[in-house]
């Protein structure tokens, strides 16, 4: 017989801690486990479930009762021969009225803009942070999230100091002399932009920013030692590269922006059409709760086919291995 | 130099020698300083066409930052870079007629093999048939003529490799640039590709300027090899001068290893010196150098070119000395030993193992005596 230095090569040794390892195993297993179930728990209770229920009051009847609408569905006793009792009415009515088609693409467009102009404004931003020295980037980084310290509802306040006709804007391009009557800004969609891209503006650049910084520069010098201008080179290099952070930056600007309240509510004058505010009114003003549970799920299905969208892409950059 | 003809043993090539060649690359009194760090001090080279020239230095020693000047990524603080007779100050990365082969490799990741090779003809706007063509004569140049749809994170090492390089030859460039070409590669597969970068130099009839850290790399591939220090030049010269006749002591400990000897110059004649090392060593030479220095030379002298033995060399006066054996290290190939003279001084030897079995075994601990040729070594004046 040859000798064996290899001690696994003794059959009468047993693997070592096999017992042990089993227990071990498990409670590692469970302990895994459980820090998915925790959050998924979460999700299940404060989203499904309301999700659910709001989702039922939108089969429901509006009543003029407290709560104001009429149950059609209690439990799973009557479960089959209330099916037949669910009421699409509340989504019929939504195709009926105009208003709410008007105000669901009034809200894509103005989410849309909103998100092209941030992109716009968070894209040189980015790059600059990237191309910085890598001794003052966090600070960049940090000057980014800043405004994150004050409320996002004060904040949008200010704009309105800002930019009604009175405010510091028109005064100071008064003094300068470039207009010699005040702009009106606030009470259009222009606010609105200006208040989507200021709030938003974090949310474009973070991602970008991390894309961006993760790219080897060499890359670009590449581009340019085979004769590409720097131009060129980052519509051919930069640009492409940093595509998953572009995409990223859109959907954190777009998804939100589409359901905004606040910004429309307080920049953008009662004449605006969006989405969160016919919510709102259906809700609080018209006290119709079907009818407004029926925006809602139509707004959730309107935002959920962005996320998918965002998901696929994202499965697609990292089957890229990048 | 009194160093009989050390030409350049690989190839019959050796226009620095010939004063009517033109030079083709000239660096003229070039200085980059970053902030205050000097980077290159007002240094000047010269390279001719056709040359595989290395760049050879530790790490900082300012070589990747003459190739970026070179290359157009950064501007000279003084001084000019000239190709071809025609100054670059100013001329961009991408409008000059010089490529890059990066040691990131810097391949595009979102482009296939074929993409990453055709990108710089593109750019040319040279017309696609002619594109597909190239990209196929490359191709199969770095043998990677299966590998065309795939993405450069799907290949190996020394896949990737070949790819920056047939991307970087496929415009046919006049200089082609290789900042630490092999740097990535283990060493198997870099010897392979050592061989390989020489046979397509050759074959494209291009000028290559290489950096390495790597001198065994430099002396396998250049012509000629420029050791750096500090943004300065220490030596030019071709591989074989490099080894056997190093200007100056920096030179001679960089590259490969040496012993010094620190002494005085006794006798000294046109083709001969004797150099008294400590009381016990007189070194006679027939390299005296052109030094008429008396005190503080260095005789300079390979570890391969000296003999140990248990025996008494037949001539003692010269040239030889006694010691013990401090330390051995057995290689395979060579053995290298440390020879403790009784003077204290330490020499290293190294004995070519031609025989299996050693006929004359040292060990630890056993006198021995070193010694060596007259043309052994050489003498160093810096």
Known sequence: MTQSFAPGADPATPPPAATSSGMHGFLRGLSGKLVIIVPYLWLLVFFLVPFLIVAKISLSETATAMPPYQPTFDGLTGFLSKLSSFSFDNYLWLTEDALYFKAYVSSVVIAAISTVLTLLVGYPMAYGMARAPTTIRPTLVMLVILPFWTSFLIRVYAWIGILKPEGLLNQFLLWTGVIDTPLVILNTHTAIFIGIVYSYLPFMVLPLYAALEKMDHSLVEAAQDLGCTPTGAFWKVTFPLSRPGVIAGCMLVFIPAVGEFVIPDLLGGSQTLMIGRTLWNEFFSNRDWPVASAVAVILLLLLVIPIMIFQQAQAKTQEQGR | ?382
């Open chain 2, 1 to 382: 130099m009194a160093v009989k003809s050390l030409n350049s043993i690989r190839r019959n090539f050796s226009p620095w020698t010939d004063p009517a060649a033109k030079p083709y690359i000239q660096f003229e009194n070039v200085t980059k300083q970053f902030g205050d760090f000097t980077a290159v001090n007002n240094l000047s080279l010269t390279i001719y066409e056709r040359e595989f020239y290395a760049l050879l230095g530790a790490s900082g020693c300012g070589k990747s930052t003459l190739l970026r000047m070179l290359a157009g990524f950064d501007e000279p603080t003084s001084g000019r870079i000239l190709l071809d007779g025609q100054d670059l100050r100013g001329v961009p990365p991408h409008k000059r007629p010089v490529n890059m082969m990066f040691q990131s490799y810097a391949l595009f990741p979102h482009m296939t093999v074929e993409k990453n090779i055709a990108f710089g003809l593109k750019q040319e706007g040279m017309a696609s048939a002619d594109i597909a063509k190239r990209v196929a004569e490359m191709l199969k140049l770095v043998k990677l003529e299966q590998f065309a749809k795939r993405k450069p994170h799907q290949l190996s090492g020394g896949q990737r490799q070949r790819v920056a390089l047939a991307r970087s030859v496929a415009k046919r460039p006049k200089v082609l640039l290789l900042d630490e070409p092999l740097g990535a590669l283990d060493k198997k597969l870099r010897e392979e590709t050592q061989f390989e970068l020489m046979d397509l130099q050759q074959d494209l009839g291009l000028t290559f300027v290489v950096v390495t850290h790597d001198q065994e790399e430099a002396m396998t591939m250049a012509d000629r090899i420029a050791i750096l220090d500090k943004g300065e030049v220490m030596q030019v010269a071709t591989p074989q001068e490099i080894y056997e006749a190093p200007g100056s002591r920096f030179v001679a400990n960089f590259v490969g290893s040496m012993n010094l000897f620190e002494g005085e110059v006794t006798r000294r004649d046109e083709t001969s010196a004797d150099i008294q090392i400590g009381p016990d060593l007189l070194i006679r030479t027939v390299n005296p150098g052109n030094s008429e220095r008396k005190a503080g030379v260095n005789y300079a002298v390979r570890p391969e070119k000296i003999r140990v033995s248990s025996k008494k060399p037949e001539e003692t006066g010269v040239n030889s000395a006694q010691g013990e054996i401090f330390d051995i290290a057995y290689l395979g190939d060579v053995t290298n030993y440390n020879v403790k003279l009784d003077d204290g001084r330490i020499v290293k030897a190294t004995v070519i193992n031609s025989n299996r079995l050693a006929e004359d075994p040292l060990t630890w601990g056993d006198r021995a005596w070193i010694s060596f040729k007259p043309d052994a070594g050489i003498v160093l004046t810096r």
